[in-house]
């Protein structure tokens, strides 16, 4: 396999702001991330949305990758865009590939985990998938310059806020069944605490009291794995909160991606 080339949305921010990477959560691929990229331009930062290896925009790999890999290769394209040391934030699926970069990695200098997955119950629940075949999802990638024109002609035909469940039908749609399956089997498989000891870096836990891929319990296991980590809930809220709570997101990480305030709505308890 040849170097893979990423794509990433690039939001408008004022000049000279912070850098901070958005790693968007199973699938769902950067311009879910949109709405939150936003939201935190309004507190000085100028966020960058990546689409993974094999989603969105990015190459296609022939085979789907397992959390560890794209941690991988996020670290080296980090390192080639002059972006570290990156104040990276990973949401959902994106919160295990995050994680891996920053324990793996020395090139993160904050980092924030929303609505991190999965949960131990989770993830037993969803065991099964384990008899899933690995590396599934074989495809070319001479196809690539045709399904790329296709994917900005149905992004252009949803316009600027189309609704979540469109954006993720089109996302499954243009990554392939079987890819998007074998990198669900790898979430299932990967646990996230396994590489926060390595993590250096600031880190704050973003867990929305109605998300039911996380807990309260589970938010605080991984906090205590940290050398510096802390943790806040979101009231209200569920997994779709980078979406449709994308306000609220941004004014708990935004201070504490520019300046490391501790200021939060709601302390996790």
Same mark, same amino acid.
């Given at each position: 396999?040849? /170097?893979?080339? !990423?794509?990433?949305? !690039? ?9 901070? *990477?958005?790693? @968007?959560?199973?699938?769902?691929? %950067? ?20 689409? @993974? ?8 790999? /022939? ?28 949401? %959902?699926?994106?919160?295990? *590939? ?10 993160? %200098? ?43 002609a149905v992004h252009d035909r949803l316009g600027d806020e189309p609704s979540l469940r469109a954006l993720n039908v ?17 979430? *299932? ?15 704050? !836990? ?5 998300? /039911? ?5 589970? *938010? ?23 979406? !449709?709570?994308?306000?609220?997101v941004a004014n708990v990480v935004g201070p504490f991606l520019t300046d490391g305030s501790r200021t939060t709505p709601s302390a996790?308890?």
């Amino acid at each position: 396999m040849g /170097p893979l080339r !990423l794509h990433a949305l !690039l939001s408008d921010g004022p000049a000279g702001a912070p850098p901070v *990477v958005l790693l @968007p959560g199973l699938v769902t691929a %950067s311009r879910s991330m949109v709405p939150l990229a936003r939201a935190l331009t309004r507190h000085g930062l100028r966020p960058w949305i990546l689409d @993974p290896a094999g989603f969105g925009y990015s190459d296609k790999p /022939p085979h789907a990758l397992a959390i560890r890999e794209q941690a991988d290769i996020v670290a080296e394209w980090l390192q080639v865009e002059g972006l570290t040391p990156a104040r990276l934030l990973g949401n %959902s699926a994106g919160s295990q *590939v995050a994680a891996a970069v920053a324990g793996r990695h020395d090139v993160v %200098s904050r980092l924030v985990l929303l609505s991190p997955t999965l949960r131990p119950a989770v993830r037993s629940a969803l065991s099964w998938m384990r008899a899933v075949p690995a590396r599934t999802g074989r495809c070319h990638r001479p196809g690539g310059g045709i399904r790329v024109r296709l994917l900005e002609a149905v992004h252009d035909r949803l316009g600027d806020e189309p609704s979540l469940r469109a954006l993720n039908v089109i996302s499954y749609a243009f990554a392939g069944l079987p890819r998007a399956v074998s990198t669900a089997r790898y979430a *299932v498989e990967e646990k996230l605490e396994r590489d926060l000891p390595g993590v250096r870096a600031p880190t704050l !836990l973003v867990r929305a009291d109605r998300d /039911p891929l996380s807990s309260a319990s589970w *938010v605080r296991h991984l906090t205590d794995r940290l050398a510096d980590g802390r943790s806040v809930r979101l009231p209200d809220v569920n997994h779709t909160a980078f979406y !449709l709570a994308a306000e609220t997101v941004a004014n708990v990480v935004g201070p504490f991606l520019t300046d490391g305030s501790r200021t939060t709505p709601s302390a996790d308890g």
